[in-house]
């Protein structure tokens, strides 16, 4: 297998001067089309393909990203002129774009990182995500997979596929988390899965060897790569969540002081987590399987907040300075109706979070969840999380989540 080469220069500088070339005038006056369109991130040479609809109320737009089967609500939409601008979800990234009569011409932009600009269009009327599509069942099924980076770097993941009339659909759990919704279609012997939720932007392709052997490529975004194999197992197991990250020896409880969006700091042995049960959510608003867990804890805490519980998000953002960090996350709390408290707590990397956390071994993924008892003695560490796009594993993971919080609960 050999990966596509990205010529992004030349790429660029074409959709930049067709936008401005093209035999077809903009017409300023039409505005943005309201109904369903089909949107295109090129990264990697690869098109990935996403639906959004567009609708228009009292003069204003709302925009809905779907993403299999999630729709993200994307408010805050300008149109100036000819041109189109919004901003992904709760994300830190951006869309500009020249509208035409049924089209759009942009670009794509995570504006916290240096030089990450990807070509973006659009076409209005375009229903799916795809064109001509089938589905064939024999992907379906989970599958033992291993991907293994440029470096060589092996990863252990469970891939799950199941058709759905002409897509197919599912996603990769690995110990720190999912890949979301995915879906895609087949050719003969050849799969095909997108995602693309305003920050992922993933595309998968594996042949299928004989009945039960995969043999695929990933990218994801504007230059990750890797190869993967994947073996049809419907007995296997990921590492137990709940063991990967836990207290050192020599340590009994967690200790911090973090300050909250208004700059208060704020530990475990304020008044308001006296005798409460307590979950630490470590997470970070640029991380859409922290969006999931922070979906989940939201509905959940919304339920149970009246029986003695609490939950501290301790927020690590990708830029060190605090009003940046305050602002991407108060808009999370306020576009998802959080009613949990936040504390900015440091920088988006492992390494900062286990700094900031000494007592524990290491933090290896966010989100990473901490649940402490009335007493203030840990209880449970959870890495990762598998969402909703997990089927099956999110259920599981819900069921017996509620178990454990209720036994916590109920005791003395």
């Known amino acids: 297998m050999i990966k596509n080469k990205l010529k992004p220069i030349s790429l660029i500088f074409y959709l930049f001067f067709s936008a401005f070339s093209s035999c077809e005038e903009p017409l300023p006056e039409v505005g943005l089309k309201s109904g369903m369109w089909r949107g295109e991130i090129v990264a990697q040479e690869n098109t990935i393909p996403f639906n959004f609809e567009v609708e228009k109320s009292e003069g204003a737009y709302k925009i809905n990203l779907i993403n299999g089967d999630e729709k993200l609500n994307i408010d805050g939409v300008d149109i100036l002129g000819d041109s189109l601008f919004f901003n992904m ?11 035409y009569k049924d089209s759009l011409v942009g670009s794509y932009t995570k504006n916290y990182a240096e030089n990450y600009v990807l070509p973006f269009r659009a076409t ?5 995500r795809f064109d001509i599509i089938d589905s064939s069942d024999k992907f379906d099924g989970t599958w033992e997979t291993v991907f293994k980076d440029e470096g060589g770097k092996e990863t252990n993941a469970i891939g799950i596929f199941k058709s759905d009339g002409k897509l197919l659909k599912g996603t990769f759990l690995t110990k720190t988390g999912d890949y979301r919704f995915l879906d895609g279609y087949t050719v003969n012997d050849t799969m095909f899965l997108y995602t693309f939720d305003g920050n992922h932007i993933f595309k998968f392709r594996a042949y299928m060897e004989n009945d039960t052997l995969l043999k695929g490529e990933y990218w994801s975004g504007k230059t990750a790569y890797k190869t993967f194999v994947s073996r049809k197992n419907d007995e296997v197991e990921l590492p137990d969540p709940n063991s990967l990250t836990y207290l050192k020896d020599g340590y009994d409880k967690i200790e911090f002081s973090f300050p909250d969006l208004d700059g208060k700091l704020t530990t475990l042995q304020d008044e308001k987590y006296k005798d409460k049960i307590v979950i630490l959510q470590i997470l970070g608003t640029w991380c859409p399987n922290c969006m999931d867990e922070t ?5 959940w805490y919304k339920k149970n907040q009246s029986s003695g519980v609490e939950i ?13 960090a305050k602002n991407r996350v108060q808009t999370m709390k306020t576009k998802m109706d959080v009613p949990y408290n936040f504390l900015i707590a440091g920088t988006s990397s492992t390494e900062s979070a286990s700094a900031s956390l000494p007592m524990l071994n290491k ?3 966010f989100p990473t969840s901490i649940i402490i008892d009335k007493t203030g003695k840990v209880r449970r560490i959870h ?16 069921d017996e989540f509620n178990q454990f919080m209720k036994a916590l609960i109920d005791e003395p």
């Not at 979906?295 to 509905?299: I, K, Q």
């Not at 890495?383 to 819900?398: H, K, M, Q």
């Open 295 to 299: 979906r989940f804890l939201s509905d």
């Open 89 to 99: 979800h709760i994300f830190d990234i951006s869309i500009k774009a020249k509208i």
């Open 312 to 324: 501290i998000g301790l927020a690590y953002e990708v830029k060190p300075d605090f009003n940046y």
């Open 124 to 128: 209005f009327g375009k229903m799916g």
């Open 363 to 365: 933090v290896i993924s």
């Open 383 to 398: 890495t990762g999380f598998n969402g909703p796009a997990t089927g099956i594993f999110y259920e599981e993971f819900v």
